[in-house]
């Protein structure tokens, strides 16, 4: 660790400073007010692709630097474009992550909410994962929830209801008292809490809001983990545009995942689209047109990045855009997002029940603890038709009931129960 030496600086030093590096600065005052509306050391991370390209790092780490000068010919109009270039660019993902955060809002408190206005109190109804409760032991699995990322979760909440001012929340506490029912406690949390209540729901409830955003599996369900890893994704994506932070060539802490699945993003799940801002524009535009088909907002992006950056002489690829983006489906204006492969009326029953695999059927069935053999009694009551099943283009479920203490896998005849 080396002390910090590097002395203050007026702002004509600091042009003094850029001009001496081999900037081309033009009209000094003009550049002082740039410097005193931007800040020198704001804009010195646009300055960095400027700078004289990479040497061999000194160290064993193999890291590469840039020297402090800039190629010949760089202007600080150069770089203050790029400024502007990034903050419209914020603007836009801003504008497209409001549009899935207001429709997020609503199916969380809507699915969510059909199992009781205050379903995300309980430990229950949320996957174990996110809340370390067990359902078999209650009792000696608290202390484990206790320390549970739901318990974090739920603290934030609290916080989030308790210093509200919003009209609606004031009449709800005064006419009711708390807690707030989940629809609406989403129309208050953030946008990382949205998304952290989306990994923690049980994986049903990921599947039927990740149907309504259109995202399916390849068993045409919602796929669910993609949902929660692009709402993760989006989350650490607004904090940067919340924060005023460089996003055109940002290197993705929170990088997206299962973009395989959606025919139109397969071209985005490569190393570098995801490492950089293009996958995120990509997932964006996919979501934007299925909650709106008539949203201009992938042609403003096409606007933005053919206009603005092309004039900035600068690569593409840099944000992660691969060569011939443009001609990828997902950027046509005839594009429209894919049709649910399932009927509507199918659809709907299914989310009318609790379905479960021929495994978890078959613990509920037979109470042997041998795998093959549970397996087995669940092939033999579905080939006698006393066991009803459900399929979803070609996969089988069983439909469950469910409670706290009770689970049944429903027969034709009668519900074979197992206490739990």
């Given at each position: 660790m080396t002390s910090y030496s590097k002395p203050y600086k007026t702002l004509p030093e600091q042009v003094a400073l850029l001009r001496d590096r081999g900037m081309a600065i033009g009209d000094e005052p003009a550049a002082t007010a740039q410097l005193l509306a931007i800040g020198y050391y704001r804009l010195s991370?646009?300055?960095?692709?400027?700078?004289?390209?990479?040497?061999?790092?000194?160290?064993?780490?193999?890291?590469?630097?840039?020297?402090?000068?800039?190629?010949?010919?760089?202007?600080?109009?150069?770089?203050?474009?790029?400024?502007?270039?990034?903050?419209?660019?914020?603007?836009?993902?801003?504008?497209?992550?409001?549009?899935?955060?207001?429709?997020?809002?609503?199916?969380?408190?809507?699915?969510?909410?059909?199992?009781?206005?205050?379903?995300?109190?309980?430990?229950?109804?949320?996957?174990?994962?996110?809340?370390?409760?067990?359902?078999?032991?209650?009792?000696?699995?608290?202390?484990?929830?206790?320390?549970?990322?739901?318990?974090?979760?739920?603290?934030?909440?609290?916080?989030?209801?308790?210093?509200?001012?919003?009209?609606?929340?004031?009449?709800?506490?005064?006419?009711?008292?708390?807690?707030?029912?989940?629809?609406?406690?989403?129309?208050?949390?953030?946008?990382?809490?949205?998304?952290?209540?989306?990994?923690?729901?049980?994986?049903?409830?990921?599947?039927?809001?990740?149907?309504?955003?259109?995202?399916?599996?390849?068993?045409?369900?919602?796929?669910?983990?993609?949902?929660?890893?692009?709402?993760?994704?989006?989350?650490?994506?607004?904090?940067?545009?919340?924060?005023?932070?460089?996003?055109?060539?940002?290197?993705?802490?929170?990088?997206?995942?299962?973009?395989?699945?959606v025919p139109a993003l397969v071209h985005a799940s490569g190393a570098q689209p995801r490492s950089r801002v293009y996958a995120s524009l990509v997932v964006l535009a996919f979501l934007t047109i299925h909650i709106d088909p008539a949203s201009p907002w992938r042609s403003r992006v096409i606007e933005l990045v053919s206009g603005e950056f092309s004039r900035l002489g600068l690569p593409v690829e840099h944000m992660g855009f691969p060569k011939g983006w443009l001609s990828e489906a997902i950027w046509s204006a005839h594009y429209r997002p894919p049709v649910d492969p399932v009927p509507a009326e199918h659809r709907e029953m299914l989310q009318h029940f609790e379905c479960v695999g021929t495994a978890d059927a078959g613990k509920f069935i037979d109470s042997s603890r041998e795998p093959r053999r549970r397996a087995s009694a669940v092939r033999s009551l579905r080939s006698r038709n006393q066991l009803l099943d459900c399929r979803s283009a070609g996969r089988c479920g069983f439909p469950a009931s469910s409670s706290t203490r009770t689970r049944a896998v429903c027969t034709r005849k009668s519900c074979a129960s197992t206490r739990r």
């Open positions: 991370g646009y300055c960095y692709t400027f700078r004289e390209h990479a040497v061999p790092c000194a160290s064993t780490c193999g890291c590469p630097r840039r020297r402090d000068n800039f190629v010949v010919g760089t202007t600080l109009k150069q770089v203050v474009d790029l400024y502007e270039f990034d903050r419209a660019l914020r603007l836009l993902v801003l504008d497209g992550i409001e549009r899935v955060e207001v429709a997020l809002r609503m199916r969380l408190g809507y699915v969510v909410g059909a199992g009781g206005a205050f379903a995300h109190l309980d430990p229950a109804a949320l996957d174990p994962a996110f809340t370390g409760f067990d359902e078999e032991r209650p009792i000696a699995s608290r202390s484990h929830w206790l320390g549970s990322q739901h318990a974090k979760w739920l603290a934030n909440v609290t916080s989030e209801e308790g210093r509200s001012k919003e009209d609606f929340v004031v009449h709800f506490k005064s006419k009711y008292g708390t807690p707030l029912p989940i629809w609406v406690v989403t129309e208050l949390l953030t946008f990382g809490s949205l998304a952290k209540l989306v990994d923690g729901l049980k994986p049903g409830h990921k599947s039927l809001i990740a149907e309504t955003f259109g995202i399916f599996d390849s068993d045409c369900d919602g796929d669910g983990a993609a949902l929660a890893s692009w709402m993760s994704n989006l989350a650490y994506i607004r904090n940067v545009c919340a924060h005023h932070g460089r996003l055109w060539n940002r290197n993705m802490v929170v990088q997206l995942r299962r973009l395989e699945g």
